[in-house]
């Protein structure tokens, strides 16, 4: 089982449409960034874990699911890259592969001495294209293979239905 543990405010701040959003609307990047990460989820298989910062949102830790992805708000004084390290160490063994998403120089590295991939913002960003490239040709080819819900026919036998209906027949 492969699992993606996401860095949420790094990514919100590296990736440029989120960053633009959380200027002026830092919950709706949150749940924008939330939605992406479900439809990575439902293309890849992946288990996808997003941390979010408490220093952000104060009070206690909060877990969720959305979509089918966790989200989980640390506790006050818990940064993300602490909850994410204690994630990878826990979750990582024979049968499963974390990856973490996150441009923080010292916490890629942190995580990678724990047997844990790295996953820079920018490749989750460029996966991301790519999958939603591949989601829209899967879409398209599916409508250009629906059968038409209009019956077509001869452009002669269309005018004599015309004139049918109009009476001139």
Do not use: C
Not at 43 to 70: C, M, P, S, W
Not at 121 to 147: H, T, W
């Amino acid at each position: 089982m492969d699992i993606l543990l996401v860095d949420g405010y790094n990514i919100i701040g590296a990736w440029p449409d989120l960053q633009i959003l959380k200027k002026s609307n830092l919950a709706e990047a949150r749940n924008l960034l939330i939605e992406k990460m479900a439809e990575y989820q439902a293309y890849t298989g992946y288990r996808v874990i997003i941390v979010f910062d408490a220093h952000l949102v104060k009070g206690i830790e909060n877990k969720q699911k959305r979509y089918r992805v966790e989200v989980i708000f640390t506790r006050e004084n818990e940064t993300a890259d602490e909850r994410i390290e204690k994630l990878a160490k826990t979750l990582n063994n024979i049968k499963t592969q974390v990856h973490v998403a996150t441009s923080d120089f010292t916490e890629q590295w942190a995580i990678f001495g724990q047997g844990a991939l790295r996953k820079s913002a920018r490749e989750l960003l460029n996966e991301m294209a790519s999958i939603e490239g591949r989601i829209k040709k899967r879409v398209k080819k599916i409508e250009d293979n629906r059968p038409s819900s209009k019956i077509l026919f001869p452009n002669d036998v269309m005018e004599k239905l015309e004139k049918m209906r109009r009476g001139d027949l």
